[in-house]
């Protein structure tokens, strides 16, 4: 009896313990809305500083950074291998040389891995696109991503967001095709067929960007991450977009969407950084002061005039 009384605790136990990475995304309805927000617990449900956020102007305070900092980031990666995590489509990185700095960032961070969500976490001014990428970086103040994600701000994420086009994006193409071969498979990895720069994958404005102080958008949540979201998306298709759906999970379902619901800005800051306002209070300084020049010139003359006559 008392073995038995042991087994069923020891069950209970292993039950327990496999849960940690049992969560799950909220199906949507047969009218493509959620029906319920998620329920991930622990700081998820609890946190004061969550993502994604819904970005706007009307919430947003104005900002100015020295312009970020890409090393490496044209290179191929080295020998990149995509992976069905069960929430996600991934791309690990184990290259150190990949960093990035300045933006305002306080530090110098290694690209780790980036990942895709369809469709995007955050929503410019309400609206949602078509695909989120997050390129996951952590402070090489610390020895590893997991460190990094016990520290304020010791992870940065880029977000990129893409917009449905007519055209098909050959980069996520690449990633595509690769992500078919696991679809299927949770867990496994596979090499990526053809060369991929994370540069290919930033949109060409990265002067203009939303920044806030948040966390990560899966369990547990941690409250570690300084976010970048550049406010230039990329074009992909909408059928490379509906191909995204056809990575199934763990439950062996279809993954028809993984992404988080916005959570409440809170009390925080959201700065909106950009270089053409700058540029534009430049141009206006420039043209008043060529206007009181000319001004200038032109009672010159009038006076002059007036005193030959
Ligand atoms: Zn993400």
């Given at each position: 009896m008392k073995s038995f009384t042991l087994l069923i605790c020891y069950g209970l136990f292993v039950l327990h313990a496999a849960r940690g990475d049992e969560w799950n995304y909220p199906t949507p309805g047969t009218n493509g809305v959620m029906s319920e927000p998620e329920r991930w617990g622990g700081q998820c449900d609890n946190g004061r500083r969550q993502s994604p956020i819904d970005l706007t102007i009307a919430a947003a305070v104005r900002g100015q950074f020295a312009p970020l900092f890409f090393s490496n980031y044209m290179l191929p990666l080295k020998q990149p291998r995509v992976t069905n995590t069960g929430h996600s489509i991934q791309i690990n990185n184990r290259d150190s040389a990949i960093t990035m700095q300045g933006g305002g960032l306080g530090g110098r961070f290694v690209l780790d891995q980036m990942h895709f969500h369809w469709g995007s976490e955050h929503t410019l001014d309400d609206t949602r696109y078509g695909l989120e990428l997050h390129l996951v970086h952590h402070d090489?103040?610390?020895?590893?991503l997991e460190d990094a994600v016990q520290a304020r701000n010791g992870v940065a994420v880029l977000g990129v967001l893409f917009h449905v086009g007519s055209q098909p994006n050959m980069h996520i193409d690449t990633i595509l095709d690769t992500a078919t071969e696991i679809q299927n498979e949770v867990g496994k990895e596979a090499l990526l067929r053809g060369k991929l720069s994370p540069?290919?994958?930033?949109?060409?404005?990265?002067?203009s960007f939303y920044r806030y102080e948040g966390s990560l958008t899966t369990p547990a949540c941690a409250e570690s991450v300084i976010w970048t979201v550049f406010t230039e998306s990329i074009s992909v298709s909408l059928e490379q977009v509906e191909r995204f759906k056809a990575i199934h999970d763990q439950t062996g379902r279809e993954l028809v969407n993984n992404f988080r619901s916005v959570q409440p800005l809170n009390t925080r800051a959201l700065v909106y950084a950009t270089e053409w306002d700058q540029q534009g209070n430049n141009f206006a300084t420039k043209m008043t002061s060529n206007v009181v020049f000319l001004g200038a010139i032109v009672l010159l003359v009038i006076t002059s005039r007036l005193s030959y006559h």
């Open positions: 090489t103040r610390y020895a590893s540069y290919n994958l930033l949109p060409s404005n990265r002067t």
